[in-house]
T-cell receptor
Framework: NAGVTQTPKFRILKIGQSMTLQCTQD?????MYWYRQDPGMGLKLIYY???????DKGEVPNGYNVSRSTTEDFPLRLELAAPSQTSVYFC????????????FGSGTRLTVV | QKEVEQDPGPLSVPEGAIVSLNCTYS??????FMWYRQYSRKGPELLMY????GNKEDGRFTAQVDKSSKYISLFIRDSQPSDSATYLC??????????FGTGTRLKVLA
C-alpha cells in the first residue's frame, strides 16, 4: 500500500518557468490537499479537493492551479515560477470525516532561482 | 491572534526525560485534535488523535485536551533519540479542513 506518492522529490526552476507537481493516492480518499511548508511558518493550505471535478482555494492559492480529473490524482501547477514559491510542497489525502487525519506524501522540495 | 499557537523550540532534553509539547487555540468549535511527527526532510505522520476533551494514551505517548482552557498537550515518556523530530499539532471543527500549528522542534540527546 503506497499511500500518497509525490513526484518529483526535488526540482530547481528558473524564474518564469512552469512545472507540475504530481500527487497520487491509492486509498480511495475523496479529499485531497496541497500544502506548502516554509521554515517557521507551518503548513499553509494552497488548494483542496473534495472529489473528482471539485476543487477550491485554500489560504495561499495565488500563483498555483489544480485539477482533479480522477479520485487518485491531484496535480499542482505552477505557471510562472517566482522566488517566493521556493518551498517544500506536501500533498495529503483524507477520508470524508474529520476524525481520521491526513496521510501526507513525502514532499517536493522546490527552489526557484 | 493566530488560530493555533505553538512554541517553535527547539526543545533539547536528555534521553529518558519526560517531554511536554503544547498548543493553544482560539476557536472553540475545534473538536478533533491531532499530533503529527515530522522527521527531517519527510512528510508529517499522524501520531495521536483525540476527540473533544480528555486524555488518550498510546505506549510512551499521551495526548491531553483541555477545551475549557483551549489547550492541548502531548507528553512523551522515556524519550529516545529517535523521538527527535518536529511535532505539529492540528485541529478541526469536524470538517475535513485542519488548522496546523507551526511545529515544535525536539532534540533528545543521547
Amino acid at each position: 500500500n503506497a499511500g500518497v506518492t509525490q513526484t518529483p522529490k526535488f526540482r530547481i526552476l528558473k524564474i518564469g518557468q512552469s512545472m507540475t507537481l504530481q500527487c497520487t493516492q491509492d486509498m480511495n480518499h475523496n479529499y485531497m490537499y496541497w500544502y506548502r511548508q516554509d521554515p517557521g511558518m507551518g503548513l499553509k493550505l494552497i488548494y483542496y479537493s473534495v472529489g473528482a471535478g471539485i476543487t477550491d482555494k485554500g489560504e495561499v492559492p495565488n500563483g498555483y492551479n489544480v485539477s482533479r480529473s480522477t479520485t487518485e490524482d491531484f496535480p499542482l501547477r505552477l505557471e510562472l515560477a517566482a522566488p517566493s514559491q521556493t518551498s517544500v510542497y506536501f500533498c495529503a489525502s483524507s477520508p470524508e470525516t474529520g476524525s481520521s487525519g491526513y496521510t501526507f506524501g513525502s514532499g517536493t522540495r522546490l527552489t526557484v532561482v | 491572534q493566530k488560530e493555533v499557537e505553538q512554541d517553535p523550540g527547539p526543545l533539547s532534553v536528555p534521553e529518558g526525560a519526560i517531554v511536554s509539547l503544547n498548543c493553544t487555540y482560539s476557536n472553540s468549535a475545534f473538536q478533533y485534535f491531532m499530533w503529527y511527527r515530522q522527521y527531517s526532510r519527510k512528510g508529517p505522520e499522524l501520531l495521536m488523535y483525540t476527540y473533544s476533551s480528555g486524555n488518550k494514551e498510546d505506549g510512551r505517548f499521551t495526548a491531553q485536551v483541555d477545551k475549557s482552557s483551549k489547550y492541548i498537550s502531548l507528553f512523551i515518556r522515556d524519550s529516545q533519540p529517535s523521538d527527535s523530530a518536529t511535532y505539529l499539532c492540528a485541529m478541526s471543527s469536524g470538517t475535513y479542513k485542519y488548522i496546523f500549528g507551526t511545529g515544535t522542534r525536539l532534540k533528545v540527546l543521547a
